[in-house]
């Protein structure tokens, strides 16, 4: 039995987890970290490394300031890619110019930059869409590249951090202080589980009072289109349907409207039309949503074509897509964010909407201080 004890454990080594571990360490804490896979695999992985700042609301707000903060002193010590570019929101109609124009007037223009329909073409290139009317510029929101940040904050915590580190260890009971697992018993003052969507498997009872399920999203890359180089994040129209910052305005709903009488299969499939590039000059392009239990792995290949001719469209060019996946992540129709105490020294930590890139380093920095 191994009774390796710690001030905390971890269990999921996902972005969640991973921010929790680099926020102790840096505390002083003593951290173990336990996740089933060999490497970072989960919904930290597949997104758009989009680290959504500006758009958040309410409480939500604060802790995504401070999220930033935790990113940029991260990517200060690991050295992981995460330029300060942040968002560049497309208006294709004068309804969505019209929230953008709200939020300019709620947030300022520290906060939200208001552009013109040139100048929003001027930093896309190429041949953009001519029905764009203007747009707006959210330079708080960070990138990183999804594929390999979570992989590197995880090695730095290995290496260079003392943070222990056990993959490929499943968890089979957490109680009081001690997690027992595939490989032994791990023993902590305190025990954080980040296991996102998974946690139905450990606290079934907590995941059914907050009624979490699956969200299931399709995604895609392709190559950038030529001169294409920008790092910002670009959201669009659909991108006002989905986050609380922008749904929060008064126009949002005639935004909805708008988009369901020309275009209803994007409301349809919750779409959230928007783009990110890689490092390497890829773009990933997406994104739908469906909700349930249990996803199953079947994707339909027109709703992807149909987000990627959206994309292309506001470019203005083809789009030629080499990679199809499926990301996963845990959403609760009664919060964004399920943070709850199952025994005196055990806490779940979930992000219950799609804001988990966005939201880890700030949640992380709140959790850490209240041990």
Same mark, same amino acid.
């Given at each position: 039995?191994?009774?390796?004890?710690?001030?905390?454990?971890?269990?999921?080594?996902? *972005? #969640? %987890?991973? &921010? /929790?571990?680099?926020?102790?360490? @840096?505390?002083?804490?003593?951290?173990?970290?336990? !996740?089933?896979?060999?490497?970072?695999?989960?919904?930290?992985?597949?997104?758009?490394?989009?680290?959504?700042?500006?758009?958040?609301?309410?409480?939500?707000?604060?802790?995504?300031?401070?999220?930033?903060?935790?990113?940029?002193?991260?990517?200060?010590?690991?050295?992981?890619?995460?330029?300060?570019?942040?968002?560049?929101?497309?208006?294709?109609?004068?309804?969505?110019?019209?929230?953008?124009?709200?939020?300019?007037?709620?947030?300022?223009?520290?906060?939200?930059?208001?552009?013109?329909?040139?100048?929003?073409?001027?930093?896309?290139?190429?041949?953009?869409?001519?029905? *764009? #009317? %203007?747009? &707006? /510029?959210?330079?708080?929101?960070? @990138?990183?590249?999804?594929?390999?940040?979570?992989? !590197?904050?995880?090695?730095?915590?290995?290496?260079?951090?003392?943070?222990?580190?056990?993959?490929?260890?499943?968890?089979?009971?957490?109680?009081?202080?001690?997690?027992?697992?595939?490989?032994?018993?791990?023993?902590?003052?305190?025990?954080?589980?980040?296991?996102?969507?998974?946690?139905?498997?450990?606290?079934?009872?907590?995941?059914?009072?907050?009624?979490?399920?699956?969200?299931?999203?399709?995604?895609?890359?392709?190559?950038?289109?030529?001169?294409?180089?920008?790092?910002?994040?670009?959201?669009?129209?659909?991108?006002?349907?989905?986050?609380?910052?922008?749904?929060?305005?008064? %126009?949002?709903?005639?935004?909805?409207?708008?988009?369901?009488?020309?275009?209803?299969?994007?409301?349809?499939?919750?779409?959230?039309?928007?783009?990110?590039?890689?490092?390497?000059?890829?773009?990933?392009?997406?994104?739908?949503?469906?909700?349930?239990?249990?996803?199953?792995?079947?994707?339909?290949?027109?709703?992807?074509?149909?987000?990627?001719?959206?994309?292309?469209?506001?470019?203005?060019?083809?789009?030629?897509?080499?990679?199809?996946?499926?990301?996963?992540?845990?959403?609760?129709?009664?919060?964004?964010?399920?943070?709850?105490?199952?025994?005196?020294?055990?806490?779940?930590?979930?992000?219950?909407?799609?804001?988990?890139?966005?939201?880890?380093?700030?949640?992380?920095?709140?959790?850490?201080?209240?041990?």
């Amino acid at each position: 039995m191994n009774t390796s004890n710690t001030d905390l454990i971890v269990v999921g080594a996902g *972005i #969640v %987890g991973l &921010a /929790h571990a680099f926020e102790a360490h @840096r505390k002083g804490y003593t951290v173990r970290i336990i !996740e089933r896979d060999a490497r970072p695999n989960g919904a930290s992985i597949r997104n758009f490394g989009h680290c959504c700042i500006t758009a958040q609301d309410g409480g939500l707000l604060d802790t995504a300031y401070r999220s930033r903060e935790g990113w940029l002193a991260a990517a200060k010590s690991v050295g992981f890619w995460a330029p300060e570019a942040g968002a560049y929101v497309v208006a294709r109609s004068a309804a969505e110019q019209r929230v953008l124009d709200e939020l300019n007037s709620k947030r300022g223009n520290d906060a939200v930059q208001l552009l013109t329909a040139g100048e929003l073409r001027s930093v896309l290139g190429g041949n953009p869409d001519p029905a *764009i #009317v %203007g747009g &707006a /510029h959210l330079p708080a929101d960070l @990138r990183v590249d999804p594929r390999t940040t979570a992989g !590197e904050i995880a090695g730095w915590l290995q290496d260079q951090a003392g943070v222990a580190i056990e993959w490929n260890t499943s968890v089979r009971d957490i109680r009081d202080g001690t997690v027992s697992t595939s490989r032994g018993d791990f023993q902590a003052q305190k025990v954080l589980v980040c296991v996102g969507h998974d946690m139905d498997y450990l606290f079934p009872e907590l995941a059914a009072r907050y009624q979490v399920q699956r969200c299931a999203l399709q995604m895609a890359l392709a190559p950038a289109p030529a001169g294409y180089s920008l790092d910002a994040a670009v959201l669009t129209g659909t991108s006002m349907t989905r986050y609380d910052g922008f749904t929060a305005m008064p %126009g949002a709903e005639a935004v909805r409207r708008e988009i369901y009488g020309h275009s209803p299969e994007l409301i349809d499939m919750v779409a959230n039309v928007m783009f990110t590039r890689r490092p390497d000059g890829s773009l990933i392009l997406g994104d739908s949503h469906v909700y349930g239990q249990t996803i199953g792995p079947f994707q339909d290949e027109w709703w992807t074509s149909r987000l990627v001719d959206e994309i292309a469209r506001i470019l203005g060019t083809k789009l030629q897509v080499t990679q199809r996946w499926q990301g996963v992540y845990a959403s609760s129709p009664l919060t964004s964010l399920l943070v709850e105490d199952v025994d005196p020294r055990t806490k779940v930590v979930t992000v219950t909407s799609g804001i988990g890139m966005t939201m880890s380093f700030g949640i992380a920095a709140e959790t850490v201080d209240s041990l």
